[in-house]
């Protein structure tokens, strides 16, 4: 019996006891949960800020700024002329400049023809004016006797009249064989053919043993003391230069144009300077050009390179002076007329500006921009009217 009450007090609770353990451990478990909920690290988000985009810029500084007006076109020379003879004959002498590109000085003999039969004119020529001034004395003699001797009635009136005419006659005759010998005299020295001016020879077409006739031509000869370079311009740049020139037509040697000519001559680059003497009066009605003709002096200085006649050159005319105006890059004008200004803030800001000229790499600004204020230059695709950027001062980074 005491046997069997040990073992009954040692077995398990009932089923109450059982339960009530069971929600004691999950009570626990949710207590643990909620601790832990409450005390778990709160992670606050973060936002990442985009960079700022760069931007290049330059700073709008006025200035005066002299309007430069670009053409371009061929040296020709000042002056040009054809070498033709004055009289017939066979050539004997041929100067060694008498040839294509020769130069020669003024006045130097370039070709000479047979003169033998000349010499023989001026010869018989000075004859007939001899016996010509002969005539005529006698003439005059006999007709200041009679002339004494009518009046002293010891010669009639007739006689008188008549000697009067035949002295006439003399003088008449007289005078002609002075012209001939003159005429004759003239062809002799035209025998020679002598250079008008100081220049070159283009191109010739004769030698030695030729007989040339009067008229033909034998030589091409251009002036070198000047060329001489026409120029096109737009009829939209004419504001840009001197409107005494367009109004006039041609220019003094104190008032002309100064302009710079350039071009690629025996390997390097070379430079002339030169003026602008006379403008053409009229438009071409095709291309809507204004010629004005520039003029470089002493072409073939020993000082310099030589400008020859026919090189293709660029030029640099100097117009008026523009006063107040800014000049900015051609990257910095958008949407025809509109610039970008980065303010004290550094944000961007269309501006429209006016422009007085726009060129391939440059503009100029006549109004619009004020000083000091600082002007995008970069290339950008999507801009936002006050978007923020990082400006970088284009001078500084250049």
Not at 290 to 314: Q, S
């Amino acid at each position: 019996m005491e046997h069997a009450n040990t073992q009954s007090a040692r077995s398990p609770a009932g089923p109450g006891a059982q339960a009530w353990r069971a929600l004691a451990v999950i009570a626990a478990g949710v207590v643990a949960a909620v601790v832990l909920y409450l005390t778990r690290p709160v992670l606050e988000p973060e936002q990442s800020e985009r960079p700022l985009i760069a931007v290049r810029t330059v700073t709008a500084t006025p200035g005066d700024v002299v309007l430069a007006v670009h053409s371009q076109g061929s040296v020709a020379p000042r002056t040009e002329a054809e070498l033709i003879p004055e009289v017939s004959g066979r050539v004997v002498r041929v100067s060694p400049a008498m040839a294509s590109g020769g130069r020669f000085a003024e006045g130097e003999v370039l070709l000479a023809i047979d003169d033998s039969d000349y010499r023989n004119a001026v010869g018989s020529a000075e004859a007939a004016r001899l016996r010509m001034h002969a005539e005529a004395e006698f003439a005059r003699f006999e007709s200041e006797r009679l002339q004494s001797l009518r009046a002293r009635d010891l010669a009639s009136r007739s006689h008188a009249e008549n000697a009067l005419r035949a002295h006439r006659v003399a003088e008449a005759a007289l005078r002609e064989a002075e012209v001939a010998l003159e005429r004759a005299r003239l062809d002799l020295a035209r025998t020679e053919l002598r250079a008008p001016f100081a220049g070159r020879v283009r191109s010739e077409r004769v030698d030695i043993g030729q007989a040339v006739n009067r008229g033909d031509k034998l030589a091409t000869l251009y002036a070198t003391d000047y060329v001489e370079v026409r120029l096109p311009i737009a009829d939209r740049q004419l504001a840009f230069l001197d409107p005494a020139l367009l109004r006039e037509g041609a220019a003094s040697a104190h008032d002309a144009v100064p302009v710079r000519l350039a071009a690629e001559f025996g390997g390097a680059r070379h430079v002339w300077e030169g003026r602008i003497v006379r403008t053409e009066g009229e438009i071409d009605a095709r291309s809507r050009m204004v010629h004005v003709v520039a003029r470089v002096p002493n072409p073939d200085a020993a000082d310099g390179a030589p400008l020859p006649v026919g090189l293709f050159v660029d030029a640099e005319i100097s117009g008026l002076t523009a006063q107040g105006v800014v000049t900015l890059p051609r990257a910095a004008l958008r949407d025809g007329n509109r610039v970008l200004i980065v303010d004290a803030g550094d944000r961007l800001r269309f501006r429209e500006v006016e422009l007085l000229r726009a060129d391939r790499d440059t503009v100029l600004v006549r109004s619009g921009i004020a000083a000091g204020e600082r002007v995008c230059v970069s290339p950008l695709q999507l801009v936002v009217e006050g978007m923020r950027v990082a400006p970088v001062d284009g001078a500084a980074e250049e």
